[in-house]
């Protein structure tokens, strides 16, 4: 990428919609994000000898400068965009499946993995707020049909969340007052509530950043 300017017209920080797509990054893409997941979760917990650091280093390198002849703008990129896959294939979300998204609000099925380790076999908090952040924006946006940004986000951590456990995870626009939306959320492992979040997200202006 040569520079981070987007090569489709658009206004403001946000795009207006979503090139979204479930084809961008070709067929394999699916399984090149799964590796790069996976990569994470072995990165997290493995101790590799010299021998075998020194091997991956080499791998990876080679990798790394073959994807530096690929990439694209943030717009673009199928990483975000790739509605057919967990979190849009955004790789630094948690991974989560949609079930609805409605402006009564949005339920989905969101899950931890190893590398999203916190401490003592769990989730760690900040990853549980990133998944309230996205979808907290994603029922904004739905409510409103236009872009939103988090102001503020409060997680109340009730319970311990686990990892590699599929767990349910709402967010709804409680109240609106103009541009103001107020949302709310829970996350919860069967019947036990992990977390609930309290948070005010701000419908952009057009052409906002
Ligand atoms: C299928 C695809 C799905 C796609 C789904 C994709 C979802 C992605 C979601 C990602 C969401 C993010 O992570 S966003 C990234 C994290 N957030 C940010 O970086 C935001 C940084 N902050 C800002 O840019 C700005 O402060 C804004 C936009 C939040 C607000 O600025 P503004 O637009 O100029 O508005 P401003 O006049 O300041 O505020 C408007 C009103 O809100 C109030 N207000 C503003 N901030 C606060 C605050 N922290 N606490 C209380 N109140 C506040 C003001 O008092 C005012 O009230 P009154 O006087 O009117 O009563």
Do not use: H, M, Q, S
């Given at each position: 990428m040569s520079d981070s300017s987007p090569t489709v017209p658009h206004e403001?920080?946000?795009?207006?919609d979503l090139d979204i797509s479930t084809e961008r990054g070709g067929p394999h893409y699916a399984e090149f994000s799964e590796q790069v997941r996976t990569l994470m979760d072995k990165a997290r917990f493995a101790c590799p000898t010299d021998e075998l650091a020194v091997e991956a280093i080499a791998v990876l390198s080679e990798l790394n400068a073959k994807l530096d002849a690929h990439l694209v703008d943030e717009w673009t990129t199928?990483?975000?965009?790739?509605?057919?896959?967990?979190?849009?294939?955004?790789?630094?979300?948690p991974p989560y499946e949609i079930e609805e998204a409605t402006p009564e609000g949005v339920l989905a099925t969101v899950w931890f993995r190893p590398y999203h380790l916190g401490g003592n076999g769990v989730t760690h908090g900040g990853q549980v707020a990133v998944a309230f952040d996205d979808l907290g924006g994603m029922a904004s946006l739905v409510a409103v049909n236009g872009v939103c940004r988090t102001a503020y986000l409060k997680v109340n951590y009730r319970s311990l969340t686990p990892l590699n456990t599929r767990l349910t995870i709402r967010t709804w626009v409680e109240r609106r007052e103009g541009r103001k939306l107020f949302v709310a959320g829970t996350l919860h492992d069967g019947d036990r509530l992990c977390a609930d979040i309290e948070s005010l997200f701000i419908e952009l202006r057009p052409g906002q950043a």
């Open positions: 403001g920080g946000f795009r207006p199928p990483a975000g965009t790739r509605v057919d896959l967990p979190a849009r294939g955004n790789l630094t979300l």
